[in-house]
């Protein structure tokens, strides 16, 4: 069942993935030099929706489930059938980004507790964001076939073309078997494990 045709989407998993933890540690810096205020944080803290910060135990899982391993992804998907390579990476460079800005703001406001936030957070991070990239690796070949098969049509010596039926068979088996269980194990890291490890480090 793990049987892609595309044998090069894990090493692009993990070139997103290297990419991803490059735009946090950017942001961080960055936001550690320009020092924003704490409405910064605040601002930041609103975009989350309600649902997701008033809900509890496994109605929590839920929600991060429904937000980050359905809307998110359905997003992304949307934006990969826009003709425009890499367009459909705008939520995995946020996401990345945003990362990196809350955890600088977090320990500009309280060392030790921004420390100890961003150790625990660590584990369900990087489960999420490699669920993401794995994602992404996938829509960039759905993407590059769109593209392929519109460019083709204008060119006089044509590239060969990527079967779109192809990418979507891998996108969906790539999303199903690999990153949705990693979306839930993060949902579950994030719930109940993140607060453990912050209650001991405080």
């Known amino acids: ?25 950017i942001s961080f810096v960055l936001t550690l030099i320009v020092n924003p205020s ?29 937000h980050n391993a359905a809307m998110v992804p359905f997003q992304m ?3 990969a059938f826009i003709p425009i390579p890499f367009f459909y990476c705008l939520n995995y460079i946020t996401t990345s980004a945003l990362l990196g800005v809350i955890c600088s703001i977090a320990i500009q406001i309280d060392l ?3 420390i ?9 991070h ?5 669920a993401m990239c794995i994602v992404v690796s996938s829509l960039f070949k759905l993407n590059q076939s769109i593209v392929r098969k519109i460019t083709n049509f204008f060119r006089q010596d044509k590239k060969q073309n ?8 891998n996108l969906m088996k790539s999303y199903l ?15 109940y494990v993140s607060n453990f490890i912050y209650e001991i480090l405080q």
């Open 177 to 191: 078997l690999i990153a949705l269980p990693l979306y839930i194990l993060a949902a579950f890291t994030e719930t």
């Open 77 to 79: 998907l949307l934006l």
């Open 116 to 124: 100890s936030m961003i150790i625990s957070t660590i584990p369900h």
């Open 162 to 169: 990527y079967s779109f039926k192809t990418a979507c068979m």
């Open 1 to 25: 069942m793990l049987n892609f045709e595309d044998t090069n989407w894990f090493k692009r998993s993990l070139k997103f993935f290297i990419l991803s933890l490059a735009i946090t540690i």
């Open 126 to 130: 990087f489960l999420e964001l490699f």
């Open 38 to 66: 704490i409405d910064t944080f605040k601002n930041i803290a609103r975009k989350v929706p309600d649902s997701v910060t008033q809900a509890q135990g496994l109605e929590k899982v839920w929600e991060y489930i429904v």
């Open 112 to 114: 030790h507790k921004g």
